[in-house]
């Protein structure tokens, strides 16, 4: 069954560094979303990506976020400048068309450390 | 904005009893409700998944009921197996996102 693929499983990265996380979508899906989970907490929304741009955001996904997909294959989540309340657990899923009516699909997330 | 309750936090059964995980949403725009189960170092994984415009919906084990007047859907897993045991987390649909709800530890003992 096709998967979701996200690297790196774990980064550590000082605070006020730049970090990239990856994904690879499923390859026919056209729909993009990055969610966070802190440790213990629920799953919460950043945003939604279609057709090359932000379909959606959240309150948590501001200006020191970004996603891009820069290729036909990778979407990437970039955050400038990491605070240490940025450490989560960082999900890609994937879905065919909007979530309104259909599954996203999830990978296995990004465990992201801010020293 | 969305407010996606979910009861219990923790939840223990013996092994072949059911389980039944309940939630709340808020905003009756949300069309589509997923249950995801998520085991240690892994992603949510959907597991069963319905629509606003059906009341309920069985896979084998597992079903889940929407009562969209009084805003609440619930996942039943009946002959529960250790298998079973997870984090279960509700989730409602609406626009591009997901709201979920705060997940359920489910420990089925054998």
């Known amino acids: 069954e096709p998967e979701v693929t996200q690297t790196p499983s774990h980064q550590v990265t000082q605070m006020g560094q730049e970090v990239i996380l990856r994904c690879v979508p499923i390859?026919?899906?056209?729909?993009f979303y990055w969610y966070r989970q802190i440790l213990g907490q629920k799953v919460e929304f950043l945003v939604s990506?279609?057709?090359?741009?932000?379909?959606?955001k959240s309150e948590i996904f501001d200006d020191q976020f970004s996603v891009e997909r820069p290729d036909g294959s990778n979407f990437t989540l970039k955050i400038r400048s990491t605070k240490l309340e940025d450490s989560a657990m960082y999900f890609c899923a994937s879905s065919v068309i909007p979530a309104s009516n259909q599954p996203q699909h999830f990978g296995d997330g990004t465990r992201l450390s801010i020293l | 904005g969305e407010n996606v309750e979910q009861h219990p936090s923790t939840l223990s059964v013996q092994e072949g009893d059911s389980a039944v995980i309940k939630c709340t949403y808020s905003?009756?725009?949300?069309?589509?409700f997923p249950w995801y189960k998520q085991e240690l170092g892994k992603g949510p994984q959907l597991i069963i998944d319905?629509?606003?415009?059906?009341g309920e919906k069985k896979d084998q084990r597992i079903a889940v009921t929407l009562n969209k007047t009084a805003k609440h859907f619930s996942l039943h897993i009946t002959e529960t197996q250790p298998e079973d045991s997870a984090v279960y987390f509700c989730a409602a649909g609406r626009g591009n996102q997901f709201y979920f709800g705060t997940g359920t530890s489910l420990t089925v003992i054998p």
């Open positions: 990506f279609y057709n090359n741009e932000i379909s959606e």
């Open positions: 905003d009756s725009a949300s069309n589509y």
């Open positions: 319905i629509r606003s415009n059906v």
């Open positions: 390859s026919n899906h056209l729909y």
